[in-house]
């Protein structure tokens, strides 16, 4: 096999690990102002912060994922990256912006006790939140596509290109999909309320997805697929209906384990569908980006095989030892009462395994 055929499924790997791993990040920050409204139980303060608390430990090590697979695309694949980060310049930067937002939201939010100060990091984070799911969405629909490209190579098109019927279903399928995704993972990861309505709001969110994604699936690999590509996102639907059976049955490991398969194959079926294309042109499909021709030397991608032999196993024991060691459930109990806390104490790590 080719080193940059070998490349091109080591950075589909990469993305698939961001979206399973960060698509519950962004649904437990998406559902802040759904879960977290207080009532006769709990505040919605403390609400919050349970919430944070399942995340706090894990959030930006999932983060690594999408730096990794950033840098990954642009040491392997030069001309894939300029390409795609020229042409979808504005949607990138909205989505580092949001990015940003919410890290500083998730650390600076308790570091005041006034409500008004916490309001405006709440924001933060459900914007941070909301728009990444949304916008990767438009992004990936349009890398799978198509999107025009000229003979150098070059983005030809807009930001309205970019804006298409399809994409936009395409964003509404991964907002709607990471948001039962962390409804799943706080039904998993809490006890009490949060986690009977976080069940209860998986199921009704997931409908409402399941309904958009098989359209958009449909859609995009009747376009651009291929046999192996239409049996992925078939497999993808089948374990996403059979996930909200499983939360209708109370199993939480299980639906979120299905969650978690769904995410995968969907996203696995459109590197399938993409290859041997990285970036298809709409324009001549003579000029379109491939595996072949926008990837980088041989040696380049040697010397890369070698590090991520290497480093790779380590990232991966030490991010499965961070799911271990927080792998408790959390509830309102295990916050403190006093609202003038570290912020830390948001994000659940001080008490380790035992919250």
């Known amino acids: 096999m080719e080193l ?21 990040d962004f649904g437990v920050g998406s559902l802040f102002p759904v879960l977290g409204r207080g009532d006769e139980q709990l505040d919605g303060n403390t609400r ?8 706090g430990p894990v959030w930006d090590g999932n983060e690594v994922w999408l730096l990794t697979a950033g840098g990954a695309t642009f040491a392997a694949f030069p001309h894939w990256y ?3 980060f020229s ?35 709440d ?31 070059e983005f030809t098109g807009n930001v309205f290109t970019l804006l298409n019927p399809v994409a936009l279903l395409g964003g509404l399928v991964t907002l709607t999909l990471f948001a039962t995704h962390g409804a799943m993972f706080l039904a998993l990861k809490t006890d009490g309320p949060i986690r009977h309505e976080a069940r209860a709001l998986a199921i009704r969110i997931g409908l409402g997805a399941a309904v ?41 490991g299980w639906a979120f384990a299905g969650t978690f398969g769904t995410i995968a194959l969907a996203v696995v079926s ?11 042109s709409t324009t001549d499909p003579a000029f379109s980006l491939t595996a072949a021709n926008a990837a980088s030397t041989g040696y380049t991608l040697t010397v890369m095989t070698w590090v991520a032999v290497a480093f790779t196993p ?25 609202a003038a806390v570290p912020a830390d104490s948001d994000l659940g790590a001080p008490a380790g395994p035992g919250r």
């Open 4 to 24: 940059s055929t070998v490349w091109f499924i080591l950075i589909a790997v990469l993305w698939t690990g961001y979206f399973v791993l960060e698509g519950f």
């Open 48 to 55: 919050k912060r349970v919430m944070l608390s399942t995340i």
């Open 82 to 84: 300029a390409t795609l």
């Open 87 to 121: 042409g979808f310049y504005l949607p990138l930067l909205i989505i580092l912006v949001a990015l940003i937002l919410r890290a500083v939201g998730i650390d600076y939010r308790g570091k005041v006790d006034d409500p008004v100060w916490r309001r405006r990091w």
């Open 123 to 153: 924001a933060a984070i459900v914007f941070g939140s909301v728009v990444p799911a949304f916008l990767w969405g438009v992004a990936f629909t349009n890398i799978v596509r198509g999107v025009p490209i000229d003979a150098d190579m």
């Open 212 to 252: 958009l994604a098989v359209l958009w699936l449909a859609i995009v690999h009747a376009g651009t697929g291929n046999a192996a590509s239409w049996v992925l996102a078939g497999l993808a639907a089948g374990t996403f209906l059979a996930a909200l059976g499983l939360a209708r049955a109370g199993r939480e």
């Open 270 to 280: 459109l590197f399938v569908a993409l290859f041997p294309d990285v970036m298809p």
């Open 314 to 338: 380590i990232v991966l024991l030490y991010q499965g030892w961070t799911y271990w060691v927080f792998r408790k459930r959390v509830s309102g109990h295990h916050i403190p009462i006093d």
